[in-house]
T-cell receptor
C-alpha cells in the first residue's frame, strides 16, 4: 500500500528553525519531494532527495533515509511568508518509464508567528 | 510562475453534469499528470499522460478520463459529476526522465452543487 504521514499542523516563531518530519511506506520509490503550497495556490517545488543524506538550498534543507522510510524538511530563519502547507511526496517508480506520479502526504500547515 | 496554465480557474457545476478542464504544459515538457486535492488534504494522483497515451492511473473511476494533444496540452473530463468531486484539480507538467521535477499549474477550483 501507499502511506505517507506528516504532522497536520505546526507553529513556530519568526526567526526560529522548524523541522517537518515525513514517514513513508510505498510500493515503489523514485525520489522524495517537498512542495510548499500557500492557501488557494499551486504547490511549488522546494527540494528533492533520491539518495540518503542532506540536501541544502538556502534556508531550506531536506534529509532522506531510505532504509527508515523517513525524511524531514528543515526551515531556518523563519519568515512570516513561510506560513503555508508543506507537502511531502514520494514519486512512484514505474520501471523504465520514470513516471511523474506522486503520492502525497496530507500536508503540514505551518503557522509562523511574530 | 511555472509556465503551466490551467483553465478555467473556477467552475460551478450541477450534480450529474459533465466538465472539461484544460492544462497547457510548460514548454519542453512532454508529460502531464492530473491530481485532485480536496480541502485540507494532499493532492491525489488521477492519471498521467505521456506521448498522448495514458501511462499511469490512480484510484479513480472510469468517469474520470483525459486526453493529451500533440502539443502536450491536456484535458481532464469528468462525467456524471458527484458532490464529492468538488475539489481543486491540479495539473503538473514534467519532462520524462529520472531527475526531473514536476511543475504545477494554479489549479481549477470545481464546485459541484
Amino acid at each position: 500500500g501507499q502511506n505517507i504521514d506528516q504532522p497536520t499542523e505546526m507553529t513556530a516563531t519568526e526567526g526560529a528553525i522548524v523541522q517537518i518530519n515525513c514517514t513513508y511506506q510505498t510500493s515503489g520509490f523514485n525520489g522524495l519531494f517537498w512542495y510548499q503550497q500557500h492557501a488557494g495556490e499551486a504547490p511549488t517545488f522546494l527540494s528533492y532527495n533520491v539518495l540518503d543524506g542532506l540536501e541544502e538550498k538556502g534556508r531550506f534543507s531536506s534529509f532522506l533515509s531510505r532504509s527508515k522510510g523517513y525524511s524531514y524538511l528543515l526551515l531556518k530563519e523563519l519568515q512570516m511568508k513561510d506560513s503555508a502547507s508543506y507537502l511531502c511526496a514520494v514519486r512512484d517508480a514505474r520501471g523504465d518509464n520514470y513516471g511523474q506520479n506522486f503520492v502525497f502526504g496530507p500536508g503540514t500547515r505551518l503557522s509562523v508567528l511574530p | 510562475e511555472t509556465g503551466v496554465t490551467q483553465s478555467p480557474t473556477h467552475l460551478i457545476k450541477t450534480r450529474g453534469q459533465q466538465v472539461t478542464l484544460r492544462c497547457s504544459s510548460q514548454s519542453g515538457h512532454n508529460t502531464v499528470s492530473w491530481y485532485q486535492q480536496a480541502l485540507g488534504q494532499g493532492p491525489q494522483f488521477i492519471f498521467q499522460y505521456y506521448r498522448e497515451e495514458e501511462n499511469g492511473r490512480g484510484n479513480f473511476p472510469p468517469r474520470f478520463s483525459g486526453l493529451q494533444f500533440p502539443n502536450y496540452s491536456s484535458e481532464l473530463n469528468v462525467n456524471a459529476l458527484e458532490l464529492d468531486d468538488s475539489a481543486l484539480y491540479l495539473c503538473a507538467s514534467s519532462q520524462q526522465g529520472f531527475n526531473t521535477e514536476a511543475f504545477f499549474g494554479q489549479g481549477t477550483r470545481l464546485t459541484v452543487v
